[in-house]
T-cell receptor, first 115, second 110 residues
């Protein structure tokens, strides 16, 4: 079974620039998550999709972050414009259905550095 | 407001001995607890979970204990092996939301 694929692995941009990350979840997984992990912290949920609908985006800074999952499969997360505090690893995860007993499968993440 | 707390940033254990990682939580509505393991430059991988209605779950060398009255859970690894050196995240789930602790870095010493 192929795992969660993310690209790019690394990205360096200057503040105020824009950046986009891509995620392809495990085939058949209905639920997709984007997390932000700042150095020394645990992953923090940004947005959760169930198929192509948003379940939870309460912690997504909507003035600069956006995400979509148009066909209920792969997803993109965009930051525009980037700020210094956005430097983090952005993790994508998927699970067969919602949270709880279903463990999530994580990709290896995109490490974003803002100069 | 940290709902899931891992108060030990790091832990060193001799190879072959028992590793015990601790986690405290504040929300009594959490219904599942999970442990994830993370190697550098990789995403977290699921290790073991426990339902709030149980007090112990075992899988090979890994055992998770849950003490609901104390709002405390622990992960026991025995015997510890060099490949167990990683960051371990405690996570808790309620209402389809999952919250992670800050992690504990485990070093297995030769």
């Amino acid at each position: 079974e192929a795992g969660v694929a993310q690209s790019p692995r690394y990205k360096i941009i200057e503040k105020r620039q824009s950046v986009a990350f891509w995620c392809n979840p495990i085939s058949g997984h209905a639920t997709l998550y984007w997390y932000q992990q700042i150095l020394g912290q645990g992953p923090k949920l940004l947005i959760q999709f169930q198929n192509n609908g948003v379940v939870d985006d309460s912690q997504l800074p909507k003035d600069r972050f956006s995400a979509e999952r148009l066909k209920g499969v792969d997803s993109t997360l965009k930051i525009q414009p980037a700020k210094l505090e956005d430097s983090a690893v952005y993790l994508c995860a998927s699970s067969p259905m919602g949270q709880g007993a279903q463990p999530q499968h994580f990709g290896d993440g995109t490490r974003l550095s803002i100069l | 407001d940290q709902q899931v707390k891992q108060n030990s940033p790091s832990l060193s254990v001799q190879e072959g001995r028992i590793s015990i990682l601790n986690c405290d939580y504040t929300n009594s509505m959490f219904d599942y607890f999970l442990w994830y393991k993370k190697y550098p430059a990789e995403g977290p991988t699921f290790l073991i979970s426990i339902s709030s209605i149980k007090d112990k779950n075992e899988d090979g060398r890994f055992t998770v204990f849950l003490n609901k009255s104390a709002k405390h859970l622990s992960l026991h690894i025995v015997p510890s092996q060099p490949g167990d050196s990683a960051v371990y995240f405690c996570a808790a789930s309620a209402d389809d939301k999952i919250i992670f602790g800050k992690g504990t870095r485990l070093h297995i010493l030769p």
